[in-house]
C-alpha cells in the first residue's frame, strides 16, 4: 500500500504570497489531518478533516485554511504569508475507526518564506 | 489540553543500553500514542495503548500506563544507533492531536 504523499516537497515564496499544499492519504484513509512544526514551537495541530468535513482545529489564524476532496485528498492553503510560516507542514492520515486511531505521517511540505 | 509532556527533554545512552522515557499529561484520555521522529524516516507511529490497559509490548518496545497517575513510560530495550530520534506521546479523548516537545534520545555506537 503506498505511503501518504504530499506535494511539493519543498517550497520557497515571497511574503504576502499565498500557497498550497497537497495531500493523498493511505488508500482507504478518511481522515487527514495536518501539523505545522517548526523548531520554536514544535508540531502543532493545524486542523483535521474527515469525510470532507472539518471535524477538529487547532489554534491558528484565519490565513491557514484547509478542505478535503471527496477522494478523501485534502489541500492546505496558507493566505498572505509572513516569515513565521516558514515550517515543515505535515500530513497525517488514519482509519479514524471509533475515537482510537494511529495517524501515518507523509514525509512533510518544507515552506521557506522570505 | 490533551498535550503530553515527556521526560526526560534529551538522553544519551550507549548502544545496548535501555532507555526509558516518561510522559505526563492531565486530562482524561482514551488511549495513549507514542511516535518517534528522525531524519531519515520521518514521524512513525511505534505504539498505541487504550486506557484499559496496563502495558503492552511491541518488539523491543514495552509501553505501560498508569490512568491513576495519568503518565505512561516508553522503554526501548538494547538500543541500537538506529533508536537515534525524537520521541513523541501523545495522549487522546478526541480527534485532536497534540504534540508535546518530546524526547531527544541519542544512541552512541
Known amino acids: 500500500k503506498a505511503g501518504v504523499t504530499q506535494t511539493p516537497r519543498y517550497l520557497i515564496k515571497t511574503r504576502g504570497q499565498q500557497v498550497t499544499l497537497s495531500c493523498s492519504p493511505i488508500s482507504g484513509h478518511r481522515s487527514v489531518s495536518w501539523y505545522q512544526q517548526t523548531p520554536g514551537q514544535g508540531l502543532q495541530f493545524l486542523f483535521e478533516?474527515?469525510?470532507?468535513?472539518?471535524?477538529n482545529k487547532g489554534n491558528f489564524p484565519g490565513r491557514f485554511s484547509g478542505r478535503q476532496f471527496s477522494n478523501s485528498r485534502s489541500e492546505m492553503n496558507v493566505s498572505t504569508l509572513e516569515l513565521g510560516d516558514s515550517a515543515l507542514y505535515l500530513c497525517a492520515s488514519s482509519l479514524a475507526r471509533e475515537m482510537v486511531y494511529e495517524q501515518y505521517f507523509g514525509p512533510g511540505t518544507r515552506l521557506t518564506v522570505t | 489540553s490533551q498535550q503530553g509532556e515527556e521526560d526526560p527533554q534529551a538522553l544519551s545512552i550507549q548502544e545496548g543500553e535501555n532507555a526509558t522515557m516518561n510522559c505526563s499529561y492531565k486530562t482524561s484520555i482514551n488511549n495513549l500514542q507514542w511516535y518517534r521522529q528522525n531524519s531519515g524516516r520521518g514521524l512513525v507511529h511505534l505504539i498505541l495503548?487504550?486506557?484499559?490497559?496496563r502495558e503492552k509490548h511491541s518488539g523491543r518496545l514495552r509501553v505501560t500506563l498508569d490512568t491513576s497517575k495519568k503518565s505512561s513510560s516508553l522503554l526501548i530495550t538494547a538500543s541500537r544507533a538506529a533508536d537515534t530520534a525524537s520521541y513523541f506521546c501523545v495522549p487522546s479523548g478526541t480527534y485532536k492531536y497534540i504534540f508535546g516537545t518530546g524526547t531527544r534520545l541519542k544512541v552512541l555506537a
Open positions: 478533516y474527515f469525510s470532507e468535513t472539518q471535524r
Open positions: 495503548i487504550r486506557s484499559n490497559e
